[in-house]
């Protein structure tokens, strides 16, 4: 066979270390405990029916090309659901992307080249440490600790880093991280907008679930601080996707970001998709203006809560003095600490046999990863699931530690 130059990043890429993962949930049976999925049972299917319906009454929008930017319809929803987070802006300093994912694939084309800095909290969402891998940039962790990034530490391997290898992009999640859970305290947010606006980077805020909470909210935005600390010259680009709270299926995401970045962006998209579906945008335009999101993401809110705290509880139960955790505030998330004796390759063996799925730690670490580590997730089983799934895992961990 002809052999194929593929360019440098692509000759050996890896690929997501939790798609790799599918081939399990063929398995009859199988319980997973790993995908980051919402619940479909969740979903506000009687109201996505009528959006669809009414974007459809409107072909020569919903059926054709649109801006790269978006629909502007969209676009205005958009910028009123950012307002209610303290995000204001402009429509020409917001973009309609293929999911937030998309949205950081962008930045990191238009503004890295090969080997620059870029820092990461640590554990960090697989698919970021992918797109910077493919970029060749350089990956400096951050360690993050059960209230999220250390900024402190952040400020120390700052100062000690020489002025040409400071990061350009610090990446975070601080609501609820993936797959922390972790919420970055108010004091840190704005400890770390100070540093970047000293230091000359830019933040990337990353927020698919900050609507998740249960019951304590969430501080300030990184992008508000920056706006009150940084008028004219906001560090942060915030990065949001209704693929949590209304549907995955519609990939739309949003960034908001300073016009001529986005312009550079929408540049970039052209060559990607040159739009995201104009379908999806006029069915998330219309279920947005139809009113039944709020009500949608309380009922969220509340089930998310009731299986997150029978997870935990479980946990407790069955893994006692096996396993250490903090109880998530938010999101989707459980991460989960396992005894240092017990063998991972092991345990993940064990728990596939028995019937059960979850995230091996070190896929979200660029380097270095804690292997006795993993992330479960209560979000797309029920709780009779997550019941039995839970189960499982405690059979594994007594079979891995026999």
């Known amino acids: 066979m002809r052999q194929i130059p593929y360019a440098s990043p692509f000759a050996e890429p890896a690929g997501s270390p939790i798609r790799e ?15 980051g999925y919402p619940s479909a049972s969740l979903f506000d299917l009687p109201g996505l029916q009528e959006a669809s319906l009414r974007a459809m009454a409107n ?15 969209l676009r205005e929803a958009l910028q009123a659901l950012s ?16 999911g937030s994912q998309q949205a950081f694939d962008l930045l990191v084309r238009v503004l890295l080249e090969p080997g620059d800095g870029v820092y990461v909290e640590s554990p960090t969402y697989p698919a970021t440490l992918q797109a910077l891998r ?38 975070t999640v601080p609501n609820f991280s993936n797959p922390g859970g972790t919420l970055l305290p108010a004091a840190r947010r704005e400890a770390l907008v100070r540093l970047a606006i000293r230091y000359g980077f830019l933040i990337v805020e990353d927020d698919p679930y900050g609507a998740l909470d249960f019951g304590t909210g969430a501080p300030r935005t990184l992008f508000e601080i920056g706006c009150e600390l940084a008028p004219d010259d906001n560090p942060v680009i915030y990065l949001s996707s209704l693929s949590k709270t209304v549907a995955p299926a519609l990939r739309i995401g949003w960034m908001v970001a300073p016009r001529e970045l986005l312009r550079r962006c929408a540049i970039a998209k052209q060559t990607a998709d040159l739009c995201t579906s104009s379908l999806a945008q006029a069915v998330a335009a219309e279920y947005l203006a139809g009113g039944r999101g709020p009500a949608a993401i309380a009922g969220m809110r509340a089930e998310y809560g009731k299986r997150m705290r029978h997870m935990v509880g479980a946990l407790r139960d069955q893994l006692a003095g096996q396993v250490e955790f903090v109880e998530p505030a938010g999101g989707m998330f459980v991460w989960v600490r396992t005894d240092p004796a017990i063998e991972p390759r092991r345990l993940f063996e064990a ?19 804690d292997p006795h580590t993993m992330r479960l997730t ?25």
């Open 351 to 369: 728990a596939v046999d028995a019937g059960v799925l979850f995230v091996p730690g070190q896929a979200f670490f660029a380097a270095d990863g």
């Open 134 to 171: 493919l970029a060749q940039a350089r990956i400096e962790q951050v360690p993050a600790d059960d209230e999220g990034l250390q900024v402190e530490r952040l400020e120390a391997l700052l100062a000690e880093t020489p002025p040409a290898r400071r990061p350009k992009l610090l990446y």
């Open 59 to 73: 072909p020569g929008q919903s059926l054709q090309y649109c801006a790269t930017e978006g629909l502007p319809a």
């Open 21 to 35: 993962l599918f081939p399990y949930l063929s398995r009859p049976g199988m319980i997973s405990l790993a995908g």
């Open 83 to 98: 307002a209610s987070r303290g995000i204001r802006c402009g429509s020409d300093e917001l973009i309609v992307t293929t």
């Open 378 to 402: 209560y979000a797309a089983p029920d709780c009779e699931q997550i019941s039995e799934g839970v189960a499982r895992l405690a059979r594994a961990f007594d079979r891995a530690g026999g």
